[in-house]
């Protein structure tokens, strides 16, 4: 099943993008660079901010205590579904939570989709809000580092990237007020359950033997197994055992088209609601 990464909080209002001039261009501008935003959410008041994916980990608490400006940092547990059609681990910082609200993420903790994991907040700020830099792959040394235009960013092996790359918007979950012309996508799953796909590469996921077909569809003929490619019959009789009449459960192999769901891989056509993408 795909774990696609949604936006963290119920009401979107994005009060300066990466480009604002107050105080983000020299995040964007300086080297390296990250793509911070702040939201207000609802009303300037404290709203939540939730697990955008299935398992996030508290992977550092900074500020508590000290003179800092409160930060956590996070990291994915498991590889997400980026909006952008890639797929890696994702991690983020959140700056501005009030002390109060950083007793429950503590080090360590993890938590799941859905759960609150803290609440916006002024400490460093003249009033609530949640800055938030996000990036692909894991969290690099402490986290983050000051760039060349003494900003600290983000750091991290996918690199930092805008968060329309990143999230997916649930219009079931979050409410758009203000996306400061960011163009955020639909969580694929609110168009009626019907899953979007990207080229890349997949396993076979929720079938024994999933056929592989000459065209993208039900009416065009099975490939038999004499006319897998021969990386393809290789990976089959590893996995299988035995030649088959297709993909086996578990192989892996490469997308480069998709139409109307079905992917286009060296060996021919096949189905991707069987498949979940690496």
């Known amino acids: 099943m795909a774990n696609y990464l949604t936006y ?12 604002g001039a107050v105080s983000h261009l020299p995040h964007t501008t300086g080297s390296p660079k990250d793509y911070p935003i702040d939201d207000g959410g609802k009303d300037g008041g404290k709203d939540a901010i939730f697990c955008p994916c299935d398992e996030v980990k508290v992977f550092r608490v900074y500020g508590v205590g000290e003179t800092g400006v409160n930060t956590l940092f996070l990291q994915s547990q498991t590889k997400v579904d980026f909006a952008d059609g890639t797929r890696d681990f994702f991690c983020a910082l959140l700056t501005h939570p009030d002390d109060a609200d950083l007793s429950a993420p503590a080090l360590g903790k ?35 580092r000051q760039n060349s235009r003494r900003k600290w960013v983000l750091t991290c092996t996918g690199g930092a990237c805008r968060p329309e790359e990143l999230f997916f918007v649930d219009p079931a979950f979050t409410e758009v007020r203000d996306s400061k012309d960011l163009k955020f996508r639909i969580l694929p799953t609110a168009k009626g359950g019907k899953r979007v796909f990207a ?67 060296p060996s021919g056509w096949v189905c991707l609601d069987y498949c979940e993408r690496m």
Request: proline content about 4%.
């Open 8 to 19: 963290p909080m119920k009401t979107m209002r994005i009060t300066q993008s990466y480009t």
């Open 199 to 265: 080229p890349g590469v997949y396993r076979v996921a929720d079938a024994d033997i999933l056929n592989v077909r000459t065209g993208p569809g039900l009416r065009h003929p099975k490939q038999t197994f004499a006319l897998l490619s021969r990386d393809a019959q290789r990976r089959v009789l590893r996995l299988a055992g035995r030649p088959v009449d297709g993909y086996c459960r578990g192989l892996c192999f490469t997308v480069t088209q998709v139409e109307n769901g079905w992917g286009k891989t």
């Open 110 to 144: 993890t938590f799941c989709r859905g759960e609150v994991i803290t609440r916006e907040g002024s400490d460093g700020a003249s009033g609530n809000h949640i800055h938030l830099s996000a990036g692909k792959g894991r969290v690099t040394g402490t986290g983050w």
